[in-house]
């Protein structure tokens, strides 16, 4: 997969060592402190063959939607972006293949967001989170890299 941003790449190459010779890596192959480099710009999401749900919602998440969803549904993000983002999670949970966007942002028009959707399983198949990084560009947004 090409992920043309250098932190996100980077983020990347970091999941698909933790898969070692399994499909998918689980969610508790990754300690907390070693998501260090990416603080601020991680967010997972529990359940997602159920109701998609935050975990961690980072800094980044929090600036780029204007509010904290930690702990809460992914379908709380305003209708526009709930539908799309819920669209890639799935997609994501089914395909069982990291997805990477990079899109204009619908809430702050003057910033693109790159995102990386990489699908967990503690059994090494069926997908139980999804660990997804985000990064601006453009404007002055502190969550630029």
Not at 28 to 47: C, K, N, R, S, T
Request: glycine residues 8%; hydrophobic residues 40%; charged residues 20%.
């Amino acid at each position: 997969m090409d992920v043309p941003h250098a932190k996100l790449r980077a983020l990347h190459d970091f999941w698909r060592t933790r898969a070692g010779g399994r499909i998918l890596p689980s969610r508790l192959d990754f300690l907390p402190e070693e998501f260090a480099p990416w603080m601020g710009h991680i967010a997972d999401v529990q359940h997602p063959s159920l109701e998609m749900r935050f975990g961690l919602f980072g800094a980044a998440f929090v600036y780029v939607n204007n509010m904290d969803l930690s702990g809460r549904p992914v379908a709380e993000l305003p209708p526009p972006v709930s539908a799309m983002i819920l669209a890639d999670y799935r997609g994501c949970v089914e395909s069982r293949q990291p997805l990477y966007t990079c899109r204009q942002s619908v809430n702050r028009d003057w910033t693109h967001i790159h995102r990386i959707v990489l699908p967990c399983a503690s059994d090494g198949e069926q997908v139980d989170k999804l660990i997804v990084g985000l990064y601006t560009e453009g404007g002055k947004s502190p969550f630029s890299g």
